[in-house]
């Protein structure tokens, strides 16, 4: 009896302790060209309604540097963004909270904004869970990633191996209707042999002469 009582404590330990975690997301790295605007985008999962008290807080830390700074925070349905920082003057809220995305935009990036982004989202009762990292890259040209160049290849790949199929296919149509085409025609002329030699082959009736 005392082995069921723990075993259920324990299942119910486990779903509440899930009912009350949030998992946050954002992308692993963002490529942007230097002088451009970059959206940074943050949404979350919670096992709740979106709460009227849902925040959002952003930190960012520079490459090279060990602490990170407060950028943004979003709470009591309003936006706060940081009066001090590299951001102060570029950075705008562009999420929806009711749709539970966090996600901002920064302005005019530099190569100085090269470095990680940390967005954390709490949605009451939902308050347990992890904060999600983006790193951030800005180049001068904003190289061609390899995924992009494997799934061009790929595509390319296949749209030959179905365009030589679509060819295999009508040329073996094209062949059986030559074929059929070449068949009847026989088949015609063995018709018209046949019914010339029945006419050339019908017997003469001798014509006879009666006297009186």
């Not at 494997?150 to 679509?166: P, Q, S």
Request: include cysteine; charge should be positive; aromatic fraction near 10%.
């Amino acid at each position: 009896m005392l082995s069921v009582l723990a075993l259920t404590s324990v299942v119910l330990l486990g779903i509440a302790s899930q009912c009350t975690a949030i998992s946050v997301y954002t992308n692993w790295e963002k490529h942007v060209q230097v002088g451009s605007d970059v959206r940074l985008s943050c949404s979350f999962f919670s096992w709740h309604w979106t709460s009227a008290e849902v925040t959002f807080s952003w930190s960012y830390r520079p490459d090279g540097a060990k602490e990170s700074v407060s950028i943004f925070h979003y709470t009591n349905g309003a936006p706060y963004i940081a009066t001090k920082g590299p951001f102060r003057d570029r950075l705008e809220f562009v999420g929806n909270p009711n749709r539970r995305d966090g996600s901002i935009m920064i302005r005019n990036v530099d190569y100085n904004d090269n470095g990680t982004f940390t967005c954390d989202a709490k949605n009451p009762p939902d308050i347990m869970g992890h904060p999600s990292n983006v790193r951030l890259l800005v180049f001068e040209k904003v190289p061609v990633q390899a995924g992009v160049i494997t799934g061009a290849i790929i595509g390319v790949v296949l749209g030959l191996l179905i365009l030589v199929v679509a060819i295999y296919y009508l040329m073996r149509f094209l062949v059986a209707r030559r074929v059929f085409s070449l068949s009847m025609s026989r088949h015609g002329k063995k018709g018209k042999g046949k019914e010339g030699s029945q006419q050339r082959q019908k017997p003469k009736v001798p014509l006879v002469f009666i006297s009186f």
